[in-house]
């Protein structure tokens, strides 16, 4: 029976190196509980990051001393310089993998297929792939698998796995790493599990939600698949906030962790620019120690000094106010809000223009 232990994307960095260092410690100790670790790509952020953290990641690598398979990433690739990760000097229990490449973990066959700008499959290739002849048969890659429904992220090439090659090797599963959100997706009847980025890196949308890791035990003709959380990762949440209603971030800020990324989308109408900026203030002094990052935005946020003194603005906004209290539909109260913001800026215009 094979017990893999499964990440990818963990982007260590110079940059976050406290931080990203911290959730590949909590793998590793996960990972002394299965037979090996294999890191599906984007281990490092950049061939620099490689460079100037590689002794330490050797370092802990060879204090877990069970087998740890990296493969290459298109990250690994950036500022490389030609310089490909087995010219680098790893422990003995590190096994780069930078081209297609087949192994057996306890009667488990394991098809690698790192990041590649083309695939191509050979005779040779093919002749293994016809030789496989274990119980079960696991790809593991980096990349996108054709047919994904997925748009791709800013500054993230394709990185594209033809469906064909999957097919012709047939596996249980297909583990893959690149795409930052967690997803299982069936493409012409093969299980796909994207297992998402083991840290937070970018605020992006795909990046929400609990950092994972896959954890794959084989037991007779079946794979069992378990998903285990990663607490140092944090999370990274977006908040849509009224500017007259803020007070309820503190229940949500009970949930928070040390290593959340936080990001508050403050909309709504304000009339004092002075009195906007403390709350603002207040919100970063309170929180801000409590995560790792905060970030207050008011982009949709309309400002409008002493709009509200207008007797036909406050006639408005009592008649939207009592809409917003008659519904609890988010929807109607977002279109709402909305209508107040073009409505008063209408209304004041007409004023304005009225007072010339």
């Not at 950036?78 to 081209?99: A, C, Q, R, Y």
């Not at 890659?141 to 992220?153: P, Y």
């Not at 140092?232 to 962790?257: F, T, V």
Request: aromatic share 8%.
């Amino acid at each position: 029976m094979a017990k893999l232990l499964i990440s990818s994307d963990l982007h260590l960095s110079i940059q976050e190196k406290e931080y990203s260092l911290s959730v590949l410690d909590e793998i590793i100790e996960y990972a002394k509980d299965y037979d090996a670790l294999m890191l599906l790509g984007d281990t490092f952020n950049t061939f620099e990051d490689l460079q100037e953290l590689k002794e330490i990641f050797s370092k802990k690598m060879e204090n877990y001393q069970k087998d740890v398979y990296l493969l290459k990433g298109n990250h690994e690739n950036l500022k490389s310089k030609g310089i490909t990760l087995s010219k680098l000097k790893f422990p003995e229990n590190v096994i780069t993998i930078e081209d297609i490449s087949f192994f057996n973990i306890d009667n488990l066959d394991i098809i690698a297929l790192p990041y590649s700008e083309k695939y191509i499959i050979d005779n040779n290739i093919n002749k293994k792939i016809y030789n496989l002849n274990a119980d079960n048969r696991i790809v593991i890659a980096h990349g996108i698998v054709e047919g994904t429904l997925w748009s791709i992220e800013e500054n993230e090439e394709a990185a594209s796995i033809p469906i064909d090659i999957i097919k012709k090797i047939d596996p249980n599963i297909a583990i893959v790493g690149h795409i930052h959100k967690q997803m299982e997706v069936n493409i012409e009847n093969i299980e796909i599990i994207y297992t998402g980025s083991a840290r937070v890196w970018r605020r992006t949308k795909s990046e929400m939600g609990v950092r994972r890791c896959l954890a794959i035990n084989t037991e007779s003709n079946s794979i069992k698949k378990t998903f285990i959380k990663i607490k140092n990762a944090g999370e990274y949440r977006i908040y849509e906030k009224n500017i007259n209603n803020l007070s309820n971030l503190e229940q949500k800020a009970s949930e928070w962790d040390i290593n959340d990324i936080i990001d508050i989308n403050i909309y709504g109408i304000a009339d004092d620019e002075n009195e906007l900026d403390d709350k603002i203030n207040s919100l970063k002094n309170k929180y801000s120690k409590y995560v790792r990052d905060i970030n207050i935005k008011t982009s949709e946020l309309f400002l409008l000094e002493n709009a509200k003194n207008e007797s036909i603005i406050k006639e408005f906004l009592e008649i939207a106010d009592e809409y917003e209290f008659n519904t609890n539909n988010e929807e109607d109260l977002e279109i709402a809000e909305i209508a107040k913001r073009i409505g008063i800026e209408k209304i004041y215009s007409a004023l304005q223009n009225k007072k010339r």
